[in-house]
T-cell receptor
Framework: DQQVKQNSPSLSVQEGRISILNCDYT??????FLWYKKYPAEGPTFLIS?????DKNEDGRFTVFLNKSAKHLSLHIVPSQPGDSAVYFC?????????????FGQGTILTVHP | ETGVTQTPRHLVMGMTNKKSLKCEQH?????MYWYKQSAKKPLELMFV???????ENNSVPSRFSPECPNSSHLFLHLHTLQPEDSALYLC??????????????FGPGTRLTVL
């Protein structure tokens, strides 16, 4: 049973427009959510995170929104740049002694066209 | 070298071979992780080490054997693997396990093919 799902395998966006990547989860015990970005031949790199006590967290061009009632989070990138083209993974962790155990989604391939 | 490094980057092995994957972190972290990413599947956590002690074994078959001789090095020993074990194996580290909010830093991965 996949607890974190990214239902869109890919997304194509024009440079300068907004990219919206979506993620759904089923485990109501998750209380911390993260987005990672991965370029080819590199490991994932941390992008932005949000705690379940918040509904929005912003860092420059990147904003993560959390809707706990819908068990949904999204990553907004605005404006999108060609260098943002990568695979984006959402991840979640449970409170308490989670020992850094992250549950990942399958990833969404973002392509930003010049 | 900086960050998290993994060797080899690519590995092809037969089902009867024994090989090892190596991970080294140069960040002074105390926690290290092995993940597996199969084609079209999410990253799956395999093992977690904190201060060289294994704290998580996520129902991984015994043909995968981790070793953490010190807080900077992590190995994954492989023996009698199956073709379905072909995947990208990623190593990660974080400052410690005291806070789940510690960012995990990933290596570039080892692309393993089992023939």
């Amino acid at each position: 049973d996949q607890q974190v799902k990214q239902n869109s395998p890919s997304l194509s966006v024009q440079e300068g427009r907004i990219s919206i990547l979506n993620c759904d989860y089923t485990n109501s015990m998750f209380d911390y959510f993260l987005w990672y970005k991965k370029y080819p031949a590199e490991g994932p790199t941390f992008l932005i995170s949000i705690s379940s006590i918040k509904d929005k967290n912003e860092d420059g061009r990147f904003t993560v929104f959390l809707n706990k009632s819908a068990k949904h989070l999204s990553l907004h990138i605005v404006p999108s740049q060609p260098g943002d083209s990568a695979v984006y993974f959402c991840a979640a962790s449970v409170g308490g002694t989670s020992y850094g155990k992250l549950t990942f989604g399958q990833g969404t391939i973002l392509t930003v066209h010049p | 070298e900086t960050g998290v490094t993994q060797t080899p980057r690519h590995l092809v092995m037969g089902m009867t071979n024994k090989k090892s994957l190596k991970c080294e972190q140069h960040l002074g972290h105390n926690a290290m992780y092995w993940y597996k990413q199969s084609a079209k599947k999410p990253l799956e956590l395999m093992f977690v080490y904190s201060l060289e002690e294994r704290v998580e074994n996520n129902s991984v078959p015994s043909r995968f054997s981790p070793e953490c001789p010190n807080s900077s090095h992590l190995f994954l020993h492989l023996h009698t693997l199956q073709p379905e074990d072909s995947a990208l194996y990623l190593c990660a580290s974080s400052q410690d396990l005291a806070s789940r909010r510690d960012t995990q830093y990933f290596g570039p991965g080892t692309r393993l093919t089992v023939l």
